[in-house]
Structures are given as C-alpha cells and as structure tokens.
C-alpha cells in the first residue's frame, strides 16, 4: 500500500463491493482459527495402495550371455524372477508369418571362442532351430563386430571377465582381421547377412532374438506402390502408418 496507493484503493473499493472486510480486520481472525485437521488418507491413495510393476528387462539382463558355457552359470546365479524370465520364452519355428503382436525383447550377447559359422555357432549357444536362425539373418536381426563392446556397469560378473579375457591385448595382437584397427573402429558393429558367413575367433554377436515387428507392411500391395524403377533405385508412395 505505501509502493503503490493507486492500487491500494481500488483493491478496497472492490472488496467493500464484495461486502469483504479489510484485511487488517481479518488477521486476528485468521490468526485464532484452529487449523483444519488433516485428510484421512483413504485405501485408494496411491501412498497405501502397493502396485506390481513389471520388470522391464535391461539390455544385458543377468541371464545374458557372451558365450555358450556363461549361459548355465549366469541362469544359476541369477535371481528366481529373472531366471523365470528367461526359461519362459516361446517355442520357436519360423520367423515367417508375422505374428499379431511381438514378443518380449531377448537380445542376447556372443562371443565366438574359436573360428565358427554364424549360422551354426548361434543355434548351438542360444538352443534355437537352425531354420529360425537363418530368418533372423536374412531379416537383418543379427550384427557381428571384430572385438567385443565394453559391458555396461550393470553387467553381470561372468560377462565382464569373458570380455577382459577376449580383449586381452595378447590376444588382440595376434588377429591379422584388426591389424591397423583402432579398438572404436574394430568395435562397429555390422549385419551378419548369411548363416554360413565365417566368423574369426573373438568375435562377438548381438542377435534379436525377438525383433520389433510391423504386421502393417504385409497388408499393403507393394506393387501398386512403385513410382519409378531404376538401375540404381526403385522410388515408393509409402503408404501411412508403415515403418522405413
């Protein structure tokens, strides 16, 4: 009220309006009133209501393995919800027709211990038909690099000395492959494009097992879509609600 009287008056002309009492009258008032007592929290409060939240699975889960002989002792070691996880996955047969819906995501982690085929060496480890297997190659769900990537903190124990143990610089030294290599360079990662593509030994694997999938792109008639074909490209109307 001393900064500004201008504002002052026309706020007491608009509560005298209101049949308001000034507010000097009303602190005494104010200040005597008991407080209001608390509200009883009812049983629909979130604060007393306990809630089931899902797991959500980490890009290398305890059950995650980089190769063949971790699998049994990282499903051992590892709690009874997530063990439950990884046993419960569903029979596998073909990639093809596309399911309803997805699965789960499993993406799981290899490390090749001497030289391999792709196709073979991914069957073996993760216990999946070699028919499956060669679906997830050709459908782009299975990428390779020369040297294993650093695990993340979260990591299980048994993944962290495998991957100290395929990184030894002794070892590295020793493959013709990354020769010339930075670890950045040798570490990108790249699609396998064939089951019976060679892997040298110490290198590692990245496979989805249960890829995203888009039942949308085999409703639609592609052919109809074509706008222009060329030697070097083929242009496409791509229709809504399609993934590129």
């Known amino acids: 009220e001393k900064l500004n009287p201008a504002a002052a008056r026309r706020n007491g002309e608009a509560r005298g309006v209101l049949g308001l009492p000034p507010p000097t009258a ?3 008032a104010l200040a005597a009133a008991p407080p209001p007592p608390p509200r009883p929290l009812l049983s629909s409060s979130p604060l007393l209501t306990t809630h089931r939240i899902p797991r959500r699975r980490r890009r290398f889960s305890p059950t995650t393995h980089l190769d063949a002989a971790a699998t049994a002792r990282a499903t051992r070691a590892a709690d009874p919800v997530e063990a439950l996880t990884a046993t419960s996955y569903p029979a596998y047969d073909r990639l093809l027709p596309c399911p309803s819906k997805d699965d789960p995501p ?3 982690h290899l490390v090749a211990r001497e030289d ?12 999946l038909p070699p028919l499956y297997v060669a679906d997830l190659i050709r459908f782009g769900a299975v990428y390779y690099a020369l040297v294993a990537p650093q695990p993340p903190p979260y990591a299980a124990p048994e993944h ?4 100290r143990e395929v990184t030894e610089p002794s070892l590295l030294r020793q493959r ?3 020769k010339g290599k930075t670890v950045r360079e040798a570490q990108k990662t790249f699609r396998v494009t064939d089951p019976s593509q060679h892997l040298e030994a110490g290198t590692y694997l990245r496979v989805h097992v249960h890829p995203k999938r888009f039942p949308r792109c085999y409703e639609i008639d592609w052919k109809s879509r074509v706008v222009a074909t060329t ?3 083929v242009v496409l109307n791509k229709p809504a609600a399609t993934s590129v």
């Open 106 to 108: 499993r993406i799981e």
């Open 231 to 233: 030697d070097d490209f």
């Open 176 to 178: 013709a492959s990354i």
């Open 160 to 163: 962290v000395r495998i991957f």
């Open 26 to 28: 009303m602190a005494p």
């Open 116 to 127: 391999e085929v792709a196709g073979d060496f991914i069957s073996r480890s993760l216990n």
